[in-house]
């Protein structure tokens, strides 16, 4: 594992020199937010259906919000558990 990449959501463009601005997306299909974790789309959309992992419709579209995505999975290595449900506790 390399802590010194930089990671970027997907979809994000590198910025380029002298460019203030870079494109960076704030919501993302479960698909890719799924990969952002590096987990199966069936794993993230039950956290997604059940409210824990903020996102919204737009037609038949679920997005989910970058941010939100990122204080989940915070939330998950202060200790909450539920990253891993097969993970023993203690």
Known sequence: MNYGKVMRPAGATKPREGNQSSEVR???D???A???LG???GALYPLV???EVPSFKIGRR???LVDGLRAWAATQ???DGNANPDRPSG
């Open 62 to 64: 679920r997005l989910v």
């Open 39 to 41: 987990i199966s789309r």
């Open 30 to 32: 479960v698909d890719t």
């Open 34 to 36: 799924a990969e952002m």
């Open 49 to 51: 259906m059940a409210g």
């Open 77 to 79: 290595i202060e200790g």
């Open 26 to 28: 704030i919501a993302v």
